[in-house]
């Protein structure tokens, strides 16, 4: 994983394409680009970029595992509902080296920015963080923490799986925004090697599996608690939406930064809607 998702170089740098990509090659892409695990990427190009994309819910997979497991331990151990949500927001911070919360400061800046499209990618590309940053940072880690409490509160397997279900749609919504038609606002980064690589089709499937697994793993609690989940993942993938169409109508398409924003919107959204009721 780079510093930053827009250092990526564009996929026809590197390996040259290839009509298709293995499930490991596609993993291994998912993993390096949204995680700091130690997974080596093997292809460049848009078929890994391709099947790498359509696995980024299994990365979120991966980490809201880890981050449930921190929260949850430090809940049984008895701390707070409080410090059980501050923990589990700090793992996928962590797992991503706050390139996630980075690409959401810059897409805010770029967005507030009132500038030329040329002039805002400009403006998102530095590496500091404006005034219309750092009120969306603080907000939106605000409202994590405030719904994250709430459903610590509640129970541990009620906040574990909220964790779970966020990181997951997170990613979710990353695999949408590289769906077809949806294209690059830059010639290199992040945003030039996935922009448009995923058929509409599989990140529908997508979306349609992983709410419905969400629905599922609730299932014990209740059917309330299933159609909650199921809602959840709808509304932070709707939320996702509206901010990637406003992101390409103003940018002329995605960057690395747009990716991070929508992710945490996207779980912003699912954990609001999880702590109601």
Same mark, same amino acid.
């Given at each position: ?13 590197? /390996?040259?394409?290839?009509? $298709?990509?293995? @499930?490991?090659?596609?993993? $291994? ?67 991503? =080296? ?15 920015? +009132? *500038? ?5 990618? $400009?403006?998102? *590309? *530095? ?72 058929? =509409? ?30 809602? +959840?993942?709808?509304?932070? @993938? ?6 990637? $169409? =406003? ?20 779980? /912003? ?9």
């Amino acid at each position: 994983m780079t510093d930053s998702f827009d250092d990526q170089p564009a996929p026809s740098r590197l /390996t040259p394409p290839a009509e $298709r990509a293995s @499930l490991p090659d596609g993993l $291994r892409f998912a993993f390096g680009t949204l995680t700091v695990l130690p997974a080596r990427i093997t292809r460049w190009d848009r078929p890994a970029a391709r099947t790498g994309m359509a696995c980024a819910p299994l990365a979120g997979l991966v980490v809201g595992v880890l981050a449930a497991a921190a929260g949850v331990l430090l809940l049984l151990l008895g701390g707070g509902p409080l410090l059980a949500a501050a923990v589990t927001l700090t793992v996928p911070a962590a797992m991503t =080296r706050g390139l996630h919360l980075d690409g959401l400061a810059d897409t805010a800046d770029g967005l507030g920015s +009132a *500038k030329p499209a040329a002039e805002a990618l $400009r403006i998102m *590309k *530095k590496s500091d963080i404006g005034p219309f940053g750092v009120v969306a940072l603080l907000l939106v880690l605000l409202v994590q923490a405030g719904a994250l409490t709430d459903l610590y509160a509640g129970g541990w397997a009620r906040g574990g799986l909220a964790a779970l279900v966020a990181a997951v749609t997170a990613r979710l919504a990353m695999t949408l925004a590289s769906r077809d038609g949806v294209p690059p606002a830059r010639i290199e980064g992040l945003g030039a090697a996935v922009a448009g690589v995923v058929p =509409r089709t599989a990140a529908a499937l997508a979306a349609v599996a992983v709410a419905a697994l969400a629905a599922a793993a609730a299932a014990p609690m209740g059917p309330f608690a299933a159609a909650r989940n199921a809602a +959840a993942v709808l509304a932070g @993938l709707a939320a996702a939406e509206v901010l990637l $169409r =406003r992101c390409t109508g103003r940018f002329g398409g995605v960057t690395g930064d747009v990716f991070g924003a929508v992710a945490e919107v996207s779980a /912003t959204v699912a954990l609001v809607v999880l702590s109601l009721g």
